[in-house]
T-cell receptor
Framework: GAVVSQHPSRVICKSGTSVKIECRSL??????MFWYRQFPKKSLMLMAT?????????EQGVEKDKFLINHASLTLSTLTVTSAHPEDSSFYIC???????????????FGNGTRLTVT | AQSVTQLDSQVPVFEEAPVELRCNYS??????LFWYVQYPNQGLQLLLK??????LVKGINGFEAEFNKSQTSFHLRKPSVHISDTAEYFC????????????FGTGTKLQVIP
């Protein structure tokens, strides 16, 4: 149980275009999903917290207009990288908590990540 | 705010040897502690977690960790590693603030040598 599907797993796009990454909780509902960015040999950097039906909460230093997050339902959150540039190339990972167990002592369920390459 | 320190960025160990991956945390409030494993080009998978009670926590794949409050540590151990344990390991803390934010350490790459 507790499967999070992230799509696509890999994407290559040209500089200036936009890319949408989807994060779906397949067998549970998630009122909160988290988006992370992972640099090579670095930890996961929390970009934003996505709350179903409301605006996402962004971490300091993350551009809201560049990384658009939408959490339209209890099972789907999307991250859109707008006007992508080569420096946006990275590994993006989403995670979610089951709404039935949403306390801070419950583990996160992770998607398999998306490798974005901007040429 | 809480923070997590994983001092060892890489730990090479021979197959069937024991291993310890170190994790220290800092927090002004009580925290919950986790270890996650990440295989190449994949997301993270929960290995084990400490919430309360016994300070020795057993997880999947033969791993265990010990919570030491006085030393603010939560080191991960395995008595005998396998090639398949080669992966990145992340220590994480969660505290009751804001929107249940989870803070991760910088990770330790465990390299099992045949």
């Amino acid at each position: 149980g507790a499967v999070v599907s992230q799509h696509p797993s890999r994407v290559i796009c040209k500089s200036g275009t936009s890319v949408k990454i989807e994060c779906r909780s397949l067998d549970f509902q998630a009122t909160t999903m988290f988006w992370y960015r992972q640099f090579p040999k670095k930890s996961l950097m929390l970009m934003a917290t996505s709350n179903e039906g409301s605006k996402a909460t962004y971490e300091q230093g993350v551009e809201k207009d560049k990384f658009l997050i939408n959490h339209a339902s209890l099972t789907l959150s999307t991250l859109t990288v707008t006007s992508a540039h080569p420096e946006d190339s990275s590994f993006y990972i989403c995670s979610a908590r089951d709404r039935r167990d949403s306390s801070y002592n419950s583990p996160l369920h992770f998607g398999n990540g998306t490798r974005l390459t901007v040429t | 705010a809480q923070s997590v320190t994983q001092l060892d960025s890489q730990v090479p160990v021979f197959e069937e040897a024991p291993v310890e991956l170190r994790c220290n945390y800092s927090s002004s409030v009580s925290v919950y502690l986790f270890w996650y494993v990440q295989y190449p080009n994949q997301g993270l998978q929960l290995l084990l977690k400490y919430l309360s009670g016994s300070t020795l926590v057993k997880g999947i794949n033969g791993f265990e960790a010990e919570f030491n409050k006085s030393q603010t540590s939560f080191h991960l151990r395995k008595p005998s590693v396998h090639i398949s344990d080669t992966a990145e390991y992340f220590c994480a803390v969660s505290a009751p603030e804001g929107y249940q934010k989870v803070t991760f350490g910088t990770g330790t790459k465990l390299q099992v040598i045949p």
